[in-house]
């Protein structure tokens, strides 16, 4: 498709568990972003690429957020030994370039952790 | 830290009526401002920008103007539609330089045939 993809759309885990999120982004987008959005809340940012590097991750939470785009192209979101204050709508967004702040975004991943 | 502080939801309008959902920030530097939009069961797209005090971004009947004197942004409609009914997001790019983008909590729209 033309648009920013994400899976799984809906994932439920235990607490403790791991997770991956998987974003594939608009063919060509150099930059790649991840935020989440909690419930009556904004997207809060968690990490941006451009092409594989990570340029800033300054809003993951913790270190269990890791986030990787080995080949500048799809990036994958993990979550390890997950808490039930991680469970959000996890976006991804991509655009041209890190300077071209039009993002274009998918439709989220909702994570719920029990 | 830079902050978005949009005015709280939800909003509900009857259709051809005008809209005004207030938005204003604080940030260091020179911020870009924009506002996004989520239709109910699609991903946030970009509606309007403006990058420069004074500029006005404009989209689909909607505008907001930069002011930098009262740190604000305000989107603005003459004539809703049903189909304006989603949530809108102030947001801004953060200081010195950064390339993410900080977003306000956002505001639900609903209009009324």
């Known amino acids: 498709g033309a648009g920013v993809s994400q899976t799984p759309s809906n994932k439920v885990t235990e607490k403790g568990k791991y997770v991956e999120l998987r974003c594939d982004p608009i063919s060509g987008h150099t930059a790649l972003y991840w935020y989440r959005q909690s419930l009556g809340q904004g997207p809060e940012f968690l990490i941006y690429f451009q092409g594989t590097g990570a340029a800033d991750d300054s809003g993951l939470p913790n270190d269990r957020f890791f986030a990787v785009r080995p080949e500048g192209s799809v990036s994958t979101l993990k979550i390890q030994r997950t808490e039930r204050g991680d469970s959000a709508v996890y976006l991804c967004?991509?655009?041209?370039?890190?300077?071209?702040?039009?993002?274009?975004f998918g439709e989220g991943s909702r994570l719920t952790v029990l | 830290g830079d902050s978005v502080t949009q005015m709280e939801g939800p909003v509900t309008l009857s259709e051809e009526a005008f809209l005004t959902i207030n938005c204003t920030y604080t940030a260091t530097g020179y911020p870009s401002l924009f506002w996004y939009v989520q239709y109910p069961g699609e991903g946030l797209q970009l509606l309007l920008k403006?990058?420069?005090?004074?500029d006005k971004g404009s989209n689909k009947g909607f505008e907001a103007t930069y002011r930098k004197e009262t740190t604000s942004f305000h989107l603005e409609k003459g004539s809703v539609q049903v189909s304006d009914s989603a949530v809108y997001f102030c947001a801004l790019t953060g200081s010195g330089g950064s390339e993410k983008l900080v977003f306000g909590k956002g505001t639900k729209l609903t209009v009324n045939p």
């Open positions: 967004a991509s655009s041209l370039t890190s300077r071209n702040l039009e993002l274009f």
């Open positions: 403006a990058t420069k005090a004074d």
